[in-house]
């Protein structure tokens, strides 16, 4: 690979912390490696909370830290008298739940067992009405995975997306597991490609809602919108907030209607052009240090990824293969790239490993388009059209678990939110 | 003056035709250009007519008897299809601009909004960025012909807003195409 010396360079400038070779043995560090150890888990099941069950269950599987097992515990059952049996079955982690109705509400009290010792190493109650339910699931997913694996649960996130289902493209926002689906614009008009700010409360958007298509900053939490106007450009699109929030790059053009990308200075209002070379230049997206920017270029003739340092220079082509290459993001260590490639009339999302390898394609039915990191880096978002209509799915690092989360019109550029707080 | 900028055209869609067109910028070679002979003695003569001027024998301005919306329903304006991820206008729709460009100089007044248009086979921000190289060739046209710029407007949809749904080459190529919609008149 000819490109090889380039790789090297480029994951030391992207690379955040990889565990050295002689950390392996230690199981915090060997968790946070795609793929490789789970831990086995099981939980009783509640006979009367079926939607908690499955919640729980949901949230443990796409945390991509477990293999749950079946407990074969009964309720009420006094855990004690099972070990052996849990053991037997391979469980290394055990957890164990009492309901109790308090007025309208229901009181969970949760003991984690490790099986190995019979000891209780973690307790948590949760108490809330009939309607919070999925989310004491939520939060007890995210405090397991965080306690057994060091690492912040996904549970609580949310997902920016863009559906069609109201009769015009607005910004949308679900909880991570597909759930509780809320419009966070009533443009009515053509509003697309949402993007997190890093601290999770802004989210940038593109829309025609002013005639040209122009970017939007909406604080949701409060529903205040304000207009980012970018000087002298006639579009202004593909928001992307760099990891310190002071930026915002985008893809603009001008009078010549050519589009490169530019970058605004959220806290002056002035906007720089990053690129200058002939062709479009759109889909930028901040390496998660801050010190790079990935984007699609067609300036060698056809859409391929490049990167640059953030002040635009030093703009490098990061795809050899394939002949149209778009819409590219970096995982949250700095070390993945994801992007989606053509082939035949549609589109599949590829894996390509920063240090070295090939390529991975991830998908393989339908067109599969605008994939995107979990926060965690474990999954990945993207939007497909494999059962009719554009839905979005997420899947694990081996394109594998592909889990559905619409199924109302349609709905595409998904965007996962950072861990909120 | 008209001369020499007719020749500086033609010599660079000359030196641009083995290159990949999408890489270009959004020059429109003049009309003629293809038919022209190559000599620079001849050009400019078989050049000079095709340039759009208001005829003096003008049919009835259409904008005087139709409504907005009767304007852009007869069709007046006719559309430009391109080649996948290509914004160059082909020959065969070089009839068509010159027939816009003809209403145009008929009704003075009116005013278009050009949109810019992709087929699904693409990424939703390139081709918003594809279908403003679209609009702007197409603008770039008009204006070569003799249209005052003040009277174009440009947009791009990508592949916002289809013109037809279904998933082969029978609805691709009626969507990648620059689509001119009549806004004032």
């Known amino acids: 690979m000819k490109n090889w010396a380039f790789i090297l360079s480029l994951s030391s400038v992207l690379l955040a912390a990889v565990p050295s070779a002689a950390q392996q043995d230690d199981l915090y560090l060997e968790l946070r490696t795609p793929g490789i150890a789970k831990l086995n888990f099981s939980f009783l099941t509640l006979p009367d909370q079926p939607l908690w069950n499955q919640t729980l269950r949901e949230d443990l599987l796409a945390s991509e830290a477990f293999t749950l097992i079946e407990s074969g515990v009964p309720s009420g059952g006094d855990p004690m008298k099972y070990f052996e049996a849990l053991k037997g079955a391979g469980v290394d982690f055990y957890l164990s739940t009492s309901v109790e109705p308090s007025g309208t509400a229901l009181v969970l009290r949760h003991n984690l067992y490790e099986v190995k010792s019979k000891k209780v190493i973690l307790s948590k109650s949760y108490r809330g009405g009939f309607e919070a339910v999925p989310s004491m699931a939520h939060t007890l997913a995210d405090e397991l995975v965080l306690y057994l694996t060091g690492q912040k649960g996904l549970s609580l996130t949310k997902i920016a997306f863009v559906s069609d289902r109201t009769g015009h493209k607005e910004v949308w926002v679900m909880d991570a597991d597909g759930g509780a689906h809320q419009p966070l614009t009533v443009h009515k008009s053509i ?11 802004t989210l940038y958007y593109a829309s025609y809602l002013y005639g040209q298509p122009s970017l939007l900053a909406l604080e949701w939490l409060e529903g205040r919108v304000r207009r980012l106007v970018p000087p002298k450009l006639k579009t202004a699109t593909a928001p992307a907030p760099s990891p310190d929030g002071a930026w915002l790059a985008f893809a603009g053009a001008g009078a010549d209607g050519n589009t490169d990308i530019h970058r605004l200075d959220l806290a002056t209002g002035e906007a720089e052009r990053l690129t200058f070379a002939r062709g479009i230049d759109t889909d930028p997206a901040y390496a998660p240090m801050g010190n790079a920017i990935v984007f699609t270029s067609d300036r060698d003739g056809a859409p391929h990824i490049f990167l640059m340092d953030p002040r635009g220079l030093d703009a490098r082509r990061i795809t050899m293969e394939g002949g149209y290459n778009a819409e590219p993001r970096l995982s949250p260590d700095g070390r993945l790239l994801v992007y989606c490639a053509k082939e035949g009339n549609k589109f599949q999302v590829y894996l390509q490993d920063l240090l070295g390898g090939d390529r991975v394609r991830l998908t393989n039915s339908g067109s599969n388009e605008s994939p995107f990191f979990s926060p965690n880096g474990r999954r990945i978002l993207f939007a497909s059209d494999r059962s009719g209509r554009f839905q979005l799915y997420t899947m694990d690092l081996n394109g594998g678990q592909v889990k559905q989360l619409t199924r109302e019109g349609t709905n595409t550029q998904g965007a996962w939110s950072p861990y909120l707080k | 003056m008209k001369r020499i900028l007719v020749l500086l055209a033609i010599v660079g869609a000359a030196a641009c035709a083995h290159k990949k067109a999408a890489q270009e910028p959004v020059v429109p070679p003049p009309p003629p250009a293809a038919e022209a002979p190559a000599s620079e003695e001849a050009a400019p003569v078989e050049v000079e007519p095709q340039v759009v001027t208001p005829v003096t024998d003008t049919p009835a301005q259409e904008a005087l008897t139709y409504s907005l919306e009767e304007l852009n329903a007869k069709g007046y304006l006719k559309p430009v299809f391109f080649d996948y991820d290509q914004s160059d206008i082909k020959s065969e729709f070089r009839d068509a601009l010159e027939q816009n460009a003809r209403f145009l100089a008929r009704n003075p007044s009116v005013r278009v909004m050009m949109e810019g248009h992709c087929d699904e086979r693409g990424t939703r921000e390139y081709n918003i960025a594809l279908g403003t190289r679209r609009a702007e060739a197409a603008k770039s046209y008009l204006v070569a012909l003799g249209v005052d710029a003040g009277r174009l407007q440009t947009i791009s949809y990508g592949k916002e807003k289809p013109f037809a749904d279904c998933h082969d080459e029978s609805c691709w190529s009626q969507n990648r195409r620059a689509h001119f919609v009549i806004i004032a008149k």
């Open chain 1, 191 to 201: 509003s697309f490609s949402p993007a997190w700010a890093p601290d999770g409360k």
